[in-house]
């Protein structure tokens, strides 16, 4: 009975090495495939740990710091990491279980090159979407919320457009295509926009020089070149101002970066800058009386932080004064100058103090 037993167990051990051990199906036994699928498990069961060790701790430490980054790292990186634990687990598994040179070592070690090359491409994504538009949008505060949201969906969209690109590129090449003339085409094709879209790229590099450097933002009162007026809207190809006689002029980007921009809105104070021309007939006396008179006025304005007023020059026909006063509110410009040429007017009439005109001296001889 004893001898039945052990020739039974030996032909069963027999037929087990002969199946799992010796029967090769690709170059690699049952055995080893199922060390690959324990492997495979293995990593499976680790992924989850890592898993677990990002939801339980280290997004609980990075709430509890007081810097924004690690959240953000911690967001970009938690998928791709997981994901990269699976992907070894593919890279050891046949290193370790399978016969290299096997038909499924060499499939699974392409599957591993690929899976590797999408999930590096899938953390780049994630980091544009949360890390660059995230900083974009916190140091774009200040400037018009509009052009912020354009710039930074037409950048986040070109970094993609990139990203999935090289990742396609790379692909194929490693799936033994020959993507030179895939790279010569996308070159000569891009050339050819380029040319094309001149204008539209300069306009749209135009606007983000505006975007960075911030010379102005809306509802700001600016001078472009010649023309003057409150900048109603910023965007990716144009600079819309409303001029002081309420129409509307739309200037290219391209031509805002490269012309004189002086912005009135950002200063703290606006100067004011008069002359007042008196008659020859005004002797020393009078003259510092006059300046006294005007000295006083614009002293005691609320919107006027100081002021600079001396005369000047012998003009043609007239004493100049000149006279400046500095604006501390500059919304309140135009009325603050209208208030001191009133104060001045009525000054004036009660001093009877006549202004300079154009005149001619005739002398004729008898």
């Known amino acids: 009975m004893g001898n039945a037993t052990e020739a039974l167990n030996e032909s069963i051990e027999a037929v087990y090495k002969g199946i799992v051990e010796n029967s090769l199906i690709y170059g690699n036994s049952l055995l080893q495939y199922a060390e690959f ?14 898993y677990m060790l990002f939801v339980r701790y280290l997004r609980q430490l990075a709430k509890n710091t007081k810097t924004e980054m690690d959240d953000i790292l911690i967001e970009i990186s938690e998928g791709p990491i997981i994901m990269f634990v699976l992907i ?48 974009m949008r916190k140091h774009a505060e200040r400037s018009d919320a509009k052009l912020n949201e354009q710039l930074i969906s037409l950048v986040r969209n070109v970094l993609r457009i990139i990203i999935i690109l090289l990742t396609i590129i790379f692909l194929l090449s490693n799936l033994g295509f020959d993507v030179t003339a895939l790279i010569a085409g996308l070159g000569i094709g891009g050339i050819a926009v380029a040319l094309a879209a001149q204008d539209t790229i300069s306009n749209f590099i135009g606007a983000i020089v505006i975007f960075t450097s911030k010379p102005f933002k809306i509802n700001d009162f600016v001078r472009i070149g010649q023309y003057s007026g409150t900048v109603k809207q910023i965007s990716l190809r144009t600079t819309r101002l409303e001029l002081l006689s309420g129409t509307h002029l739309i200037i290219p980007n391209n031509k805002v970066v490269t012309d004189v921009v002086e912005n009135f809105t950002m200063a703290q104070e606006r100067m004011v800058e008069q002359v007042i021309g008196l ?11 006059v300046i006294k008179l005007l000295v006083s006025i614009v002293s005691a304005h609320p919107n006027i932080s100081r002021h600079d007023i001396r005369f000047m020059e012998y003009g043609t026909y007239s004493q100049n004064i000149n006279m400046r006063y500095w604006v501390n509110n500059p919304d309140k410009l135009r009325e603050t100058i209208h208030d001191i040429n009133l104060q001045m007017k009525k000054a004036f009439e009660k001093e009877k103090i006549s202004l300079a005109f154009p005149t001619q001296t005739v002398q004729v001889k008898k």
């Open 37 to 50: 699928l324990g492997i495979l498990l293995l990593f499976y069961l680790l992924s989850k740990l890592v």
């Open 279 to 289: 008659s020859y007939d005004y002797d020393s006396r009078k003259l510092e009386n």
């Open 88 to 135: 070894l687990g593919l890279y050891v598994g046949k290193s370790i279980a399978l016969n290299a040179g096997s038909a499924p070592y060499v499939f699974i070690d392409g599957i591993f090159e690929v899976l590797l090359t999408i999930n590096v491409a899938w953390l780049l994504l994630r980091f544009i979407d949360s890390f660059v538009v995230r900083y």
